[in-house]
């Protein structure tokens, strides 16, 4: 399986040196947030023209590590409608664009009614909320199609697709039969303290409700702090469950991507994943 890092989890600067040390650190590919990792680009429209994918691209793939997907996350829920119109076009934009860089998905969040502090509002779990994701969202998988490149969505417990079954409900409506939209799966996401034992259930669900269709796995573990709140935690080192979790994952979805995501201690976090995936 593919093991994957945040390039902007490494630092920001240039493609050779962002490719250079995912590749020492030991990663097979990267989830590139242009704007974030790359210095000097923000990902806008109009700015990826040929010369800057492939230098971009070029600074990854000449050391070996491969951008099977992009970030391109804005909240379709934010008050400033002119932010969420931006952020919907520069996502368009990133499906049109992913082949270049050899994507074959481009991920986003659902967003909150918090706007930028994308924290949990009641709002967000009403059917306003889902009208108005499903709004932003509906004419992306057409996009995919044309561009031979799949959406990927993530939900979480404080966003507007807050719990699995939410988000199999947008795919179904903007996308049925999921023939261009892909799950990105982040367990950790889906928790906070009064639901974080359940973890295993909601991993289940999500198992069974994305089956065939979960583009990769953000890697997260956790413990909890004061009786009250999660607190990251490396993998492995946490209560979170990869020691079960991960030989499902590469039994059941074996061409899902496992994605580092803010993870601490990464080289005792990254030997254990491959002691358990190879």
């Known amino acids: 399986m593919k093991i994957l890092i945040r390039p902007h989890d490494i630092g920001k600067g240039t493609p050779e040196w962002l490719g250079k040390t995912a590749h020492e650190w030991g990663f097979d590919g990267v989830q590139l947030a242009i704007a974030k990792a790359v210095e000097g680009q923000n990902g806008n429209p109009g700015t990826l023209t040929n010369e800057v994918v492939n230098e971009i691209r070029s600074g990854f793939n000449d050391n070996g590590v491969e951008i099977p997907l992009l970030g391109a996350y804005f909240n379709p829920v934010h008050s400033n409608a002119q932010k969420v119109k931006a952020g919907a076009e520069k996502y368009a934009d990133h499906l049109k664009h992913a082949r270049e860089f050899g994507a074959k998905f481009v991920a986003s969040e659902t967003g909150s009614y918090n706007d930028d502090k994308w924290t949990y509002n009641p709002k967000n779990q009403t059917e306003e909320a889902f009208q108005e994701v499903k709004k932003i969202f509906a004419p992306m998988p057409k996009i995919a199609e044309e561009n031979g490149v799949c959406m990927a969505l993530e939900g979480a417990w404080g ?120």
């Open 159 to 278: 966003h507007c697709m807050f719990c699995p079954e939410q988000l199999k409900r947008l795919a179904d409506e903007i996308d049925p039969g999921q023939k261009n939209f892909r799950f990105i799966v982040d367990i950790y996401n889906y928790l906070y303290i009064g639901n974080h034992e359940q973890r295993a259930d909601i991993f289940e669900r999500c198992l069974t409700l994305f089956k065939g269709k979960i583009a990769g796995f953000h890697l997260k573990d956790y413990v909890v702090k004061d009786g009250e709140e999660l607190e990251f935690a490396p993998l492995g080192q946490g209560i979170m469950g990869w020691s079960n979790f991960l030989p499902r994952i590469k039994k059941e979805c074996p061409d899902a991507l496992l994605i580092f995501e803010g993870v601490k201690d990464v080289p005792s976090s990254l030997k254990f994943v491959r002691s358990i995936v190879g």
